[in-house]
């Protein structure tokens, strides 16, 4: 069963404009929930990351909205750029005693138009 | 600051063969974390170790391994390799186990595996 689920597969936005990209959740237990960036023959970065307590966090032009009853969250990328095509993952954070137990959403690869 | 770094980057084995690959993670960082990615799994988690202790563990077949040196460089090993095996093998490290609130992973740019 996918811990994890992200949409959109792929996502194709101009210059200048709003990249959403959703990301929904099952277990109610998790409590953390990044997202991470990745460039081709690149590893992923983090990006930006949220608790379950908060509902929005802002990082410049990236800002994560989590909506805790929908057990849904997403990352908006404000007025998006070419240099923000890349793919991204949204996870989801378990904390089991004396580990952290990942689960990555499968990506989305955004292509922002010049 | 060094980032992570993994060694060798492009590796190419015939079924059956075993395979090493390496991981330096950054200066004073205690855990090691390997993932595999693949365009249809998607990321999944490997192992972590932890100042030489493996700490948590995904849901791989015994072909996989690893193991953490005290100077937290982290080798995974995979024996038998098959087709199927083909992937992307990314290295994290972090200061303490990954991802706690402040205890961001730093990825490695990865071993690409060819399995032919």
């Known amino acids: 069963q996918q811990q994890v689920k992200q949409s959109p597969q792929s996502l194709i936005v101009q210059k200048g404009g709003i990249s959403i990209i959703n990301c929904a959740y099952e277990?109610?237990?998790?409590?953390?929930f990044p997202w991470y960036q990745q460039f081709p023959g690149k590893g992923p970065a983090l990006l930006i990351a949220?608790?379950?307590?908060?509902s929005e966090k802002k990082e410049g032009r990236f800002t994560i909205s989590f909506n805790k009853s929908a057990k849904q969250f997403s990352l908006h990328i404000m007025d998006s750029q070419p240099g923000d095509s890349a793919t991204y993952f949204c996870?989801?954070?378990?904390?089991?005693?004396?580990?952290?137990?990942?689960?990555f959403g499968s990506g989305t690869k955004l292509n922002v138009k010049p | 600051k060094a980032g992570v770094t993994q060694t060798p980057r492009y590796l190419i084995k015939t079924r059956g063969q075993q395979v090493t690959l390496s991981c330096s993670p950054i200066?004073?960082?205690?855990?090691v974390s390997w993932y595999q990615q693949t365009p249809g799994q998607g990321l999944q988690f490997l192992f972590e170790?932890?100042?030489?202790?493996?700490?948590n563990k995904g849901n791989f077949p015994g072909r996989f391994s690893g193991r953490q040196f005290s100077n937290s460089r982290s080798e995974m090993n995979v024996s038998t390799l098959e087709l199927g095996d083909s992937a992307l093998y990314l290295c994290?490290?972090?200061?303490?186990?990954?991802?706690?609130?402040?205890?961001?992973?730093?990825f490695g740019p990865g071993t690409r595996l060819t399995v032919l």
């Open positions: 996870a989801a954070i378990l904390k089991i005693y004396n580990f952290n137990k990942f689960y």
């Open positions: 200066s004073g960082h205690r855990s």
């Open positions: 994290a490290s972090s200061y303490g186990l990954a991802g706690g609130p402040g205890d961001e992973q730093f």
């Open positions: 170790y932890f100042s030489e202790t493996q700490r």
């Open positions: 277990n109610t237990a998790f409590d953390y």
């Open positions: 949220i608790r379950p307590d908060v």
